[in-house]
Each structure stands twice: as C-alpha cells, then as structure tokens.
C-alpha cells in the first residue's frame, strides 16, 4: 500500500509533502515545523515504514511517543486509537497509554513484545523507564520497560524546548546504545518549532552538525497546511490588574464569542483555579484544565473540549499543558506572558486551522513570573509590546529573536547508566534518584491516589495485600503539595521488603514518580477543581482497596505498583494446576518463538542461553517448602492427592504463599543452585553458562545482581544465622521437578555475599558488561514474556508484523 493511501485511510486527509518525504526517507534525526503543522502525523510515516516500507526490518517495532505535559497524552492517544481503528483489524498494533491507560493496553505491549506498539505517555514516565526506574510500575518490572524502549523502540520527543532535562537524557541514551549496543534497531525524533543545539549537543552524543533534520520548505505551503501556516491572530495587551481573577474573567466574558472557542492560558493552577472560580455566573459552558487532575477526571474534561462548542460557546481555562499535544481551535485567546518559546505555542492554539476572521491574542503580565525566570518573562512581555495590533502567524512569532535563559541541566554519564542496571533498593527500600535526569527540581511529583479501605490496624494501616489503585485513580501531586496535604491527612507507601503499608514520614520522604495512597475520607481533591489540599470534603468516585481490579489490570504482574519482595503472584489463580514439566517445556517453547519473531540475529549461544533458562527456570518450584506453600491453597481434602501427583508450577487458587520456618523464599535462587548440581548438563553446551544462571535467577526480575532478602538485610546479623530466603548453609536441594535429572546439590550461601572473588554480584556485573546493559535486559525480557505467554496460554509469537 503506497503511503498517501495508507494516510488517507488512517485519517481521511492527505499527507503534507513533508510528511510524505518522511514516509520515504525515513524518521529524522530532527523534525523543525511550527504548531498546527500535523508533527503528530509521524506516527503513520513510522508506522507505513514498519508495515510497507523499503526497510522494515530496519524500521524498530515500538513507537515511544513522548509528550511533556500529562493532561493531554489520551488525546494523542485517542488520535493514534482512531487511526488504528480506520486502518482495520489487519493491523495488529498495540496502543499502551502510560500513566492513564487502561489496564488491558499495559498487558498487551509487554506480552506482544514481538509486534508493533505504539506507547504514549509523559517525558518523565518514559524516559524513568529507559532509566530502569519506571515510575508508577513495580520495581520487578523495570528491567522488562528498560528493555523494551531501548531494544526495537524509535523514540519521538514532542516540544523538546519544554522538557530539555528529558531530551538531553533521551539524546544521551542515543549514544549510549551506540557504544553499547542494542538487540534490536532504536532511533530518536526531537520534534520542535524551535531547536536548541544546546539540548541535541550531549557528551556522549555530539553530533548535532550530521543530525538528519526534516524542516517546512516552501513548497509545503500548499493545501490544508498553507492555510494553517498563514492563520493569523492579533495582537493586544488586556488592560487587567495582575491577579486580579475577577477583573480578568469579565474581560473574559466581554471579549468571548458565542458558538465560539475562548482559551485562557495561565502560568500557575492557582490562577487557573481562581479565573474560573470567578467565571461561575457565565452563560457559556467552561472547564478548567491543568496537570493536576485523576486520569479519570481528565478523560473527560479532554473529551469535552475537543467538542464542537455549544451555543453560547466554551470558556476553557488552562495551564500551559495546552502548549503540546492538543488540538484546539480558539476565536479568542487570553494568556499570561511567558517565555517565549510558551508563548509561540499558545498562539499556536488561536486561529489553529486559519478558518477564524479576526482572531485575537490578548495577553497580559502575569502577578509573578513563578514557575519561569523573570528576565524571560520580562523579555516576552517587551516583545509582545511591540507587536501590539499587528495580525502574526506562527512563522512570524517563530522567527522573532526573543531572550531565553538556557536552563541548567544534569547530564547522565555512562557510569551512571551502568550503576542504575541493578535494581536491588538501598536500605531503606529506596531507589536510586532518577529526577535529576528527568525533569526540572522544581517540577517534581508522585502519584497519588484517594482510595476507601477497612484498616489493618489501629492506625489506619491499609490490608498487607491491598494494591495501589491503577493509573485512572492516580493524580500527579507536587512534592510540596504533598507536604501541605501530609500535614493533616497519613500517605501510604507499600514498602516491597516489607510487604505491608508503611507511613510516608519526614525520615522516609516521598520520592518523585512514587505510587503512594491517602484516605478519600481526607480530602484533598475535587473532581471539578482537581487538587486542592484545602479541600477537606471526602473525595467522591473513590476506588476501594478491597476490589479486586479489573480483569486485564490484575492479569498483568507489571500493571500495579509495588509487590511484595516474598509474593508470587504469578504461580496462583491460573486457569488449573499446571505440572512443572509441562510449564518448563512450554515457557521453553514460547522462548524459542519469541527469538525467532524478534531477535533471530542474536549469538547463537545467547539465543541457546534463553532457551534453557526458559526451561530450567522455574526447577527450585520442586523444592518441598515451595511445594507446600502453593498446595497448601487447595482444600485441605485435596492436598495428599495433589503432594503425590506434584511437582506444581502452578495453581488455580487464590492467596499467598507462606512457608513455614521462614519468612520468605524465592524459587528462583534454588533453580540457580540446582544448575550448578544435578542439572550442570543443561548448560554444559551452552557457550555461556553464567547467563544461563542469571536468565534463570532474574525470570521474576526481584533477584538480579544482588541476592539478599531486603527484610534481612535491614538487620545487621545479616547471614548470622547462616540462613537467607529460607535456605540454610549447607543444606541439600534434590532436583525432584523435570524428570532425567537426579541427584542433589549442597547450599553454598558465601557466594552472595557482597564482594569477594567469586561472588555473584560480580559475575552479574561481568555479564552487563560483557552483553552491555541494554542486550542484557532485552535477554531477561525474552525469558519473561516467555514465561507469561505459557502462563496465558497464548500462542506462540510468529515473525509477521500484521
């Protein structure tokens, strides 16, 4: 299918000519067009090369979308969904919101590793993932996202003058897979009105002078994007007293146009909150919009502005979350001055389609210049002075020299890099801090969720296996904020070694990306005004902790937030009991599938080394603890007949798994001890038998680089008992489960002990340097999602992307 057929399919339009040439030479390194220009289109050019292009198999398989503001990512993403749904079920692509999305989209990304997906979400979300340090995900799922967008994933970075931490970061990774290497093709798109060198120019990538660079010639000035391109809107100042919300609002309501679309655009929710507080008695319907609202909230508000206005017309008042990423359509546009780039593209949003006579920007100087440098504020308000009743298009803006503070920016390093491979918390149960390389410090924020429970305790503890409500219910909360609303109301954090709820405390502070949990009966939060930690009120439509999740959220071991360190949640409420063998056979099965549909041009001993790991992984599962943990679930009644027919891998049961004598066990250590005994002849051929090892330890992502029981650790007789995940030194392991292997291997706890010639930690390190950070964890991923298919049930992967 040629891409102008492909394009009108999709969209019911025809390509521009720059989008065309996309389609055809391939995504750039640099995409430079003005607001309105259909930037978003890319994805199509992306996709067509994928599915008909001349370079397929060059072409990587993931689309990672990343936008800089939150509010907005569903429309996107609902553009993209009705796309797909026009190019008809043939084409099998996933769509996987992040932050928001429904449950079913994260299964289907992770579990479809092998065919096309297209992920949305925040700069931060994505490139915390890229980090291996996923926000809003359990920590045993950060190496499977790290692997998945930096294997197989061309990145598109959306107004990267509004997220520089983020693209310096993203730029950086660029290299980094050249110096490492990656298993499968990965490329980046920045996408801007305006390019700043500064933030395409990184350490370890420099290259800014042979960048690829896609700009509007003048020859695109044709058709629909001509008319676009030579919208205009005048502009004037609004002769209102800064801060003053009700003098504003009736310049609002003198100025606004019924049938029509009004924009205000402000620097701060506080204004935006009280411009609309005071626009209350208006006959035109109107919303507020900014970042601080529950996915379920903003769902809705975005569906409703993107309507045809009513009537009477709709006032929408927002905060610079408009400036990327929608597609509205104003008559009339009221906004703060704002550094310049800001003000480009929230004039972008008035006259947007160039059909509106008379279009009007009126601005005027904000109360404060918080959250932006004043001298940048200062310096738009001069130019905005100067262009006092002149009718500018966005090239006219564009191409206005304005002063812009170059921010200050952490780069992250390749020891960096390196260092965040291991997952393993501190002490504490903390991560390592990835915010300095993923937004500004000032800009930092946790999820949070209102959610109902019936206390664990009397201090009103939520139940040890209650999960945090998914990202529909969660709602991005400043760290200040969170301070002011902890002042009156407890946050709860799930602590994984734990495994139970624990307070957030001054000595224990949030972390930014954190899922924490605060009582809806605490308020908070309204649903028409978002976060309000003035608001005392109950906060309504809250989730209950005690509901088990929908279906797809609770099929998926990476879709909720943090599990506990000793769960296994993967091994209970299967569709019936499941024999060791068969499991091992199958996941060995799936694995080989996988490789051949994504990876075939892996070593040869690598690709060996994924197969037997997905067949020895789960052997420590025969261990008799284990055993009787899992068939402990069952009735009483069934449980003789079920030690006799065993080994298990898995139940149909529900609830958890409790070892008696030990506080907890990991399976997966024993498979690890088990290769080095009775089943030494599954690796014997395989060139890497070490990776075969930690394929094998790392198959549920909780023991990788380091082997320690996260409770344990936290008491200073650490090993003095000579014990660790409920095995013993010197104790002996059978190899009972997969038929052909006899024999037994004694416990040897000393190589798991930090340092040390022979330690495992320092075989781990050995293997991420040898395979490089990113080929490693894709090999991980390939035992994983192997794992999970069988467990599904699921067909084999095949190689065809539609």
């Known amino acids: 299918m040629r891409f102008d057929e492909f394009f009108r399919t999709a969209t019911g339009f025809e390509p521009y000519r720059y989008q065309s040439r996309l389609a055809r030479d391939g995504m750039p390194d640099v995409l430079q067009a003005p607001t309105g220009a259909g930037k978003t289109g890319v994805i199509l050019a992306w996709l067509w090369r994928l599915l008909h292009g001349p370079d397929r198999v060059g072409t990587p398989r993931r689309l990672v979308y990343a936008l800089p503001q939150s509010t907005l990512v569903e429309q996107v993403a609902g553009q993209v969904a009705a796309w797909l749904d026009n190019l008809g079920s043939d084409y099998r692509v996933a769509l996987h919101v992040v932050m928001g999305g429904e449950g079913h989209t994260q299964r289907q ?320 149960g903390a991560d390592l801090d990835v915010s300095p390389y993923v937004r500004d410090a000032d800009d930092l924020d946790v999820q949070l969720a209102w959610a109902t429970w019936t206390p664990s305790t009397s201090d009103g503890r939520p139940p040890d296996d209650a999960k945090a409500p998914p990202a529909r219910w969660r709602c991005r909360v400043p760290l200040g904020e969170l301070a002011k609303l902890r002042k009156r109301a407890t946050v709860w954090r799930f602590d994984q070694a734990g495994g139970r709820w624990s307070k957030v405390t001054p000595a224990v502070p949030a972390r930014p990306g954190e899922v924490l949990v605060v009582a809806a009966a605490d308020g908070g939060y309204d649903p028409e005004l978002g976060l309000d930690v003035s608001v005392k009120a109950a906060v309504p439509d809250s989730p209950s902790l005690h509901e088990a999740p929908d279906a797809s959220y609770g099929t998926d071991p990476a879709a909720g937030g943090e599990d506990a360190y000793h769960h296994d949640d993967t091994s209970i409420a299967q569709p019936d009991w499941l024999k060791m063998q068969q499991h091992s056979q199958d996941v060995s099965r799936h694995a080989q599938a996988l490789l051949e549909a994504v990876a075939p041009d892996l070593p040869d001993g690598a690709a060996k080394a994924v197969v037997r790991a997905g067949f020895a992984h789960d052997a420590g599962k025969a261990h008799p603890r284990w055993q009787q943990a899992l068939t402990n679930l069952a009735p009483p009644e069934e449980r003789q007949r079920l030690v006799d027919d065993g080994p298990w891998a898995k139940s149909p049961h529900t609830g958890r798994l409790r070892y008696p004598g030990a506080a907890g066990f990991r399976h997966e250590l024993v498979s690890l001890l088990l290769l080095d005994g009775p089943l030494r002849e599954l690796v014997a051929d395989v060139p890497d038998a070490d990776l075969v090892r930690y394929l094998v330890l790392a198959h549920h992502g909780k023991l990788r680089v380091q082997v320690r029981d996260p409770v344990q650790v936290r008491d200073p007789k650490e090993f003095a008992d000579h014990r660790l995940l409920g095995l013993s030194d010197g104790e002996r392991i059978a190899a009972d489960g997969l038929p052909g292997y006899e024999g037994s291997v004694t416990v040897d706890l000393d190589r798991f002990r930090l340092g040390g010639e022979h330690s495992w930690t320092r075989t781990a390190l050995a293997l991420r340097d040898r395979y490089g950070p990113f080929v490693l964890a894709y090999l991980e991923t390939l035992v994983r999602i192997a794992d999970w298919r069988a467990s599904a049930g699921l067909k084999e992967a095949t190689r065809d992307h539609a």
């Open 109 to 428: 990304w992770r579990l479809g590793m092998h065919r096309p997906a297209i992920v949305v979400g925040t700069v931060d979300s994505l490139v915390s993932k890229a980090l291996n340090r996923g926000y809003g995900i359990s920590r045993a799922t950060y190496p499977i996202d790290f692997a998945l967008v930096t294997n197989g994933a061309h990145w598109i970075v959306d107004e990267i003058q509004l997220a520089p931490e983020s693209t310096t970061t993203v730029r950086q990774l660029a290299g980094f897979v050249r110096q490492f290497g990656s298993a499968e093709p990965f490329g980046l798109t920045c996408m801007s009105a305006t390019v700043s060198e500064k933030l395409l120019c990184t350490v370890d990538n420099p290259g800014v002078g042979d960048c690829r660079v896609v700009r509007i010639q003048l020859d695109d000035h044709s058709g629909r994007l001509a008319t676009r391109l030579a919208a205009t809107r005048t502009v004037r100042r609004l002769e209102a007293p800064a801060g003053d919300y009700k003098a504003v609002a009736a310049a609002v309501r003198q100025r606004h146009r019924p049938g029509e679309l009004t924009l205000v655009v402000v620097n701060t929710v506080e204004a935006a909150r009280g411009i609309y507080r005071a626009l209350r008695d208006t006959d035109a319907a109107r919303t507020l919009l900014h970042s601080r609202f529950r996915a379920v909230e903003r769902e809705a508000l975005v569906r409703r502005i993107l309507e045809d206005p009513p009537t009477t017309g709709h006032i929408v008042v927002s905060t610079q979350v408009v400036e990327a990423g929608v597609d509205l359509n104003a008559a009339v546009m009221i906004t703060e001055a704002a550094p310049w780039p800001s003000v480009v593209q929230r004039a972008g949003r008035c006259n947007r389609t160039g059909t509106i006579d008379e279009a009007e920007l009126w601005w005027m100087p904000p109360d404060k210049p918080a959250p932006y440098d004043a001298d940048d504020v200062s310096a738009a308000v001069d130019e905005l002075t100067a262009l006092q009743d002149r009718a500018v298009t966005s090239e006219d803006l564009l191409a206005r020299e304005v002063r812009v503070t170059e921010p200050e920016i952490s780069v992250i390093r390749r020891a960096d890099l390196l260092t965040l491979f291991d997952t393993t918390p501190d002490l504490t």
